[in-house]
């Protein structure tokens, strides 16, 4: 919330930080501040992404004392809050730096599935097309807490430089899946973030 504090929001981010070392099932743990440059964060300024090893460990994760008493910190200063669970990859790149672009994506109602499928595969070619992405993933929305506004897709783009996305968000081949994309979408929201463990 704006009347929330830099020490209120450190207290979550800490709080937040400290969930992997008293809940065993959170096997990887990423976090940052959006520095999106495209304006479609909708106004959320935090990422956390957490990892676990199957859906067993998110369900020990969802109900345990550490959890309900990161909510008890956040409760009050949290405007909004998005939740969106996806499979990912296991052989993901190892990076030095590593600069995320989260793109969510909401459909709009009467799209095809044809259409739908049309994007997944479009935006999984791009890194075979651009250089600067150094590493890519996606799934699709699996989250019971219902905290996901109706995006369905989450596709996460790794970068190692602020230059790569520079290089990235222009690129022809990039605003060639951004028509193909047009269409069918409902919502776009985006959010950038160096990530810190």
Not at 3 to 10: A, G, R
Not at 17 to 41: A, H, M, Q, V
Not at 121 to 147: M, Q, R, V
Request: charged share 30%.
């Amino acid at each position: 919330k704006q009347e929330s504090t830099k020490d209120d929001v450190q207290r979550i981010v800490d709080a937040f930080r400290e969930l992997p070392s008293k809940i065993e099932e959170i096997i990887d743990f990423e976090w940052g501040t959006n520095n999106s440059p495209e304006g479609f964060d909708d106004g959320f300024t935090h990422c956390f992404i957490l990892t676990f090893k199957d859906e067993a460990g998110r369900a020990a994760y969802l109900p345990p004392p550490a959890h309900k008493a990161f909510g008890a910190v956040l409760r009050g200063h949290n405007d909004k809050v998005f939740v969106i669970d996806s499979w990912g990859n296991a052989d993901r790149a190892e990076l030095d730096k590593k600069l995320r672009h989260a793109v969510f994506v909401r459909f709009k109602e009467d799209a095809s599935p044809e259409a739908i499928a049309k994007v997944e595969e479009e935006f999984a070619a791009l890194p075979s097309k651009i250089d600067a992405i150094k590493d890519y993933e996606w799934g699709t929305n699996n989250s019971p807490e219902k905290h996901d506004a109706g995006f369905t897709h989450c596709f996460m783009v790794t970068f190692d430089s602020e230059e790569g996305r520079a290089a990235y968000l222009p690129h022809a081949d990039h605003l060639a899946f951004v028509e193909i994309l047009k269409p069918s979408l409902d919502a776009p929201r985006v959010l950038d973030f160096w990530a810190e463990e």
